[in-house]
């Protein structure tokens, strides 16, 4: 088994060199990405694959239902190598329908030390108890707190101090949420992004901040 996975690396580099001589040449001197993505330990949700983007374009990180534990040091030193010295301009939070982390989170079992790490899933599911009991079908309420998790990770990461550094800079970078569908392979953008508003505001990104909604009302006018 282990073996096929060489011969398919090969195989696979050969292919890459026949195409294209200099791509392992190129590849090697410079890693500059334009995203960083958070995604979700799941196998099925590989972030170059299902973007169609090549081995240097996107910045990764992955655990277990997609989570920004703010204590992570995993997690922040990824983000701040990203910012700082990648300079990535979007950071990408994106979870996947019929989340097998998210499922663990709300059933009533117990499943060992990944019940701490799924504790913010959690306290989602609590914050948000009347919409989801208001949603009989058990998938749909799945996919439903899948999604509101995503939003609620996208908010704990604008809230970081890396991330409330980087836009006091002035520095361009946006924040999105993303989720996959196992289903039928398509990205949804779930609109809760956070963004630098290009002024001094230290709020959570350009949603909160009167100077971003008046330039905001202008452009609509226009």
């Known amino acids: 088994m282990l073996t096929d996975l060489l011969k398919h690396n090969r195989r696979w580099a050969t292919g890459k060199r026949l195409e294209d001589p200099d791509y392992f ?13 958070i995604g979700c330990s799941d196998s099925r949700v590989p972030a170059n694959v299902i973007t169609g983007l090549e081995p240097g374009e996107v910045f990764v990180h992955r655990n277990v239902a997609n989570l920004v534990h703010r204590a992570d040091l995993n997690l922040l030193s990824v983000l701040e190598f990203a910012v700082e010295t990648l300079g990535v301009s979007h950071i990408i939070v994106c979870g996947h329908y019929g989340c097998g982390g998210v499922r663990a989170a ?48 996208v908010a704990s990461l604008s809230r ?39 002024c001094s505001h230290q709020g959570e990104g350009p949603e909160d901040c009167e100077q971003f909604r008046r330039r905001d009302e202008d452009d609509r006018s226009a």
Do not use: F, M
């Open 160 to 198: 970081t101090p890396i991330i409330q550094s980087a836009w006091k800079r002035g520095k361009k970078l946006s924040i999105h949420g993303w989720v996959y569908g196992l289903n039928d392979g398509l990205i949804r953008d779930l609109e809760c992004g956070r963004a630098d508003c290009g």
């Open 106 to 153: 709300t059933d009533g079992h117990r499943h060992g030390i990944i019940d701490h790490w799924l504790q913010p899933i959690r306290d989602v599911a609590d914050d948000r108890s009347g919409e989801l009991e208001g949603i009989t079908d058990p998938d749909i309420r799945l996919n439903r707190l899948c999604e509101l998790n995503i939003e609620a990770q």
């Open 25 to 37: 040449k190129r590849l090697s001197a410079l890693q500059r990405p334009e995203y960083l993505w």
